[in-house]
């Protein structure tokens, strides 16, 4: 079911959410979040469809917020608030309100955000595109327990991968981080099938990658070893190579969805490495609402071995060891 409302307020929104549940029978109770997307006209379709998709897992109340700017001041459209209510079917397993901000209004989007989210349920804020440099301080973001930004659709991901470092704030994280996900659980079984020492190590992807420079920042910090960068042809992260004296740790990725493991003296296996979908990864961060602590030491730390700038309110990162076992640890705890 769709409402479409021109020229609205956020208590005509309310009231239009009500008659929706009402009409398809459905209350607002069994709704666990409240996730606010901040996009543009562009790119809002395939952020609603990955929101929708992912609340199958968290029912949840969707607010997208479109800031539309008129281009002249005689501009027709002037300062006016337009919002589409989509419930049931036509909002996944939640329900779903676009609000599009003209002119003016789009200065006060935390103003009307504010009176349509679920009482006593946590808000996620999510920028698919030009996310703020300081998450935490913007607006919207205040709202949040958690705020979620991708890397890579910044036009500089490193140079935003360092003003994310700067102004990280509990709450936090990215989703060039979460792609990381399946990489990190490898890297963890690896360590606890091979008892080695690791000496060295390289991740090897295409330029520019920000998931890779996380990775690499979060091996030097956890293991204590340098890591080198080295750059292929992609697509993103193509491969992990820890040294050790009884020869190569390999995690192969070059393209598709199977990787490669090869360990010291056992025969390569061949396991699932696919690139998963927003939508997956988005379901993934909706999991736990708390501070990604391990996000923060991964961008604060360096390619050296050791931390670069301790990471704030989070645990001190473990000491380099040369100790197989502690290196397990290590990896398995983030």
Do not use: C, F
């Not at 929706?20 to 069994?30: D, L």
């Not at 099938?193 to 091996?219: F, G, K, Y």
């Not at 956890?222 to 080198?228: A, K």
Request: no cysteine.
């Amino acid at each position: 079911m769709k409402i479409d409302l021109t020229d609205t307020t956020a208590s005509k929104i309310n009231k239009a959410l009500v008659e929706g549940r009402r009409a398809i029978g459905t209350p607002a109770v069994g709704m666990v979040l409240t996730m606010v997307i901040v996009t543009d006209e562009e790119n809002a379709y395939d952020s609603i469809k990955a929101a929708e998709e992912a609340s199958r897992e968290h029912p949840s109340r969707t607010l997208v917020v479109i800031k539309r700017t008129a281009r002249t001041p005689r501009d027709r459209q002037g300062n006016r608030l337009d919002a589409e209510v989509r419930v049931g079917s036509d909002a996944g397993t939640g329900e779903t309100v676009i609000l599009r901000l003209h002119g003016e209004v789009g200065q006060h989007a935390d103003s009307v955000v504010l009176p349509l989210l679920l009482p006593d349920a946590p808000v996620v804020v999510w920028w698919p595109v030009e996310a703020p440099d300081e998450p935490a301080k913007d607006p919207l973001g205040a709202l949040a327990a958690r705020r979620i930004t991708d890397l890579y659709a910044d036009e500089d991901p490193l140079g935003a991968l360092d003003r994310r470092a700067a102004s990280y704030a509990p709450g936090d994280t990215d989703l060039a981080w979460t792609r990381l996900t399946p990489w990190r659980s490898m890297l963890a079984a690896a360590l606890d099938q091979a008892r080695v020492d690791i000496v060295s190590a390289a991740v090897e992807s295409e330029a520019e990658n920000p998931s890779a420079e996380l990775l690499a920042r979060w091996l030097g910090t956890r293991l204590g070893v340098p890591v080198e960068r080295v750059t292929t042809a992609g697509p993103v992260v193509t491969a992990v190579r820890l040294g050790t004296a009884n020869g190569e740790i390999r995690i192969d990725r070059p393209e598709g969805p199977l990787a490669t493991l090869t360990l010291p003296g056992q025969p390569e296996r061949t396991l699932a490495l696919k690139v998963r979908s927003t939508a997956e990864l988005i379901a993934e961060e909706l999991r736990r609402l708390d501070a990604d602590e391990m996000y923060a030491v991964a961008l604060h730390g360096d390619t050296k071995g050791a931390p670069a700038k301790a990471a704030p309110k989070t645990p001190k990162t473990a000491p380099a060891t040369k100790n197989a076992k502690a290196s397990k640890e290590s990896v398995e705890h983030a």
